[in-house]
């Protein structure tokens, strides 16, 4: 009778242990994301463009990394709202690295799909190729269904990279709760002072698209000035015309 229940509770202890170890898909306990490090390092230089090629070759760690995210998502009640971005910044940009080497070599993010492509309909942010609790999602959905949506926080478009030359450049480290201000921070102040991206003068303004596609994110609490004003190196006058720059959709491939 000892037998059988010294035999019980073994096989009880090493059941608790396996469900101890199982992903949770519930209440998951916020991602370590040391692995998208590892790879951001190795592969984006400090001008944020990335070597897709190294990329396809490490593909195993990739993929290991994604799904981890996959099999850990948010749990809105016991992450903080920092670390729920920081995750779905992370999503976003290893999830579009994962699109790119998927069809690499190209010119363009812009190349993958139809020829001719309508937005929220069949561009490539609309691929539905991720799944997160048990939700097929696209890019789209991770930038407006939840990032946009759910946290009033613009500098989240200095952080998501779209591959693309014209995008803020992507961040060859993950972005983490600890750090998220200090990072979307240095994120805003590197975007909005490359001239190559704002060209920002004392008689002239050029800005990125982005801040007309998104103006009403930037002006919530103040004006579109106002906001980049608290970056810029060079302020904008009261007077000072804005225009908007041509974006740049070539692939931001180390050459």
């Not at 019980?8 to 370590?32: D, M, R, T, W, Y």
């Not at 591959?163 to 921070?185: G, H, I, M, V, W």
């Not at 002006?219 to 970056?231: A, D, G, H, M, V």
């Amino acid at each position: 009778m000892r037998k059988i229940i010294f035999v019980s509770f073994a096989v009880f202890i090493l059941f608790q242990h396996c469900l101890s170890e199982a992903p949770s898909k519930g209440g998951s306990k916020p991602v370590n994301h040391e692995e998208w490090t590892q790879l951001l390092s190795k592969y984006v230089d400090v001008d944020g463009l990335v070597n897709y090629g190294g990329f396809q070759k490490d593909s195993l760690m990739l993929n290991a990394y994604l799904e981890k995210l996959v099999d850990h998502p948010p749990d809105e009640k016991s992450w903080s709202q920092k670390e729920q971005i920081a995750y779905w910044v992370n999503v976003y940009n290893a999830f579009t690295i994962k699109l790119i080497i998927q069809h690499y070599p190209l010119e363009s993010i812009k190349d993958i799909g139809s020829k001719i492509q309508i937005p929220f309909i069949n561009s490539p942010w609309d691929i539905r190729f991720i799944t997160i609790n048990g939700e097929k999602l696209d890019l789209n959905n991770v930038e407006h269904s939840i990032l946009r949506k759910k946290f009033d926080e613009p500098r989240i478009h200095f952080a998501i990279n779209c591959a693309s030359f014209s995008c803020p450049k992507l961040r060859n480290e993950a972005y983490t709760a600890e750090r998220l201000d200090k990072q979307l921070d240095e994120q805003a102040l590197d975007f909005i002072n490359d001239r190559q991206k704002n060209d920002i003068r004392p008689d002239r303004v050029e800005l990125s698209k982005i801040f007309s596609w998104f103006k009403s994110d930037f002006t919530k609490n103040s004006s579109l000035r106002e906001f980049i004003n608290q970056y810029a190196k060079t302020k904008i006058g009261e007077k000072t015309k804005i225009s908007f720059m041509k974006y740049d959709w070539s692939l931001n491939v180390q050459r």
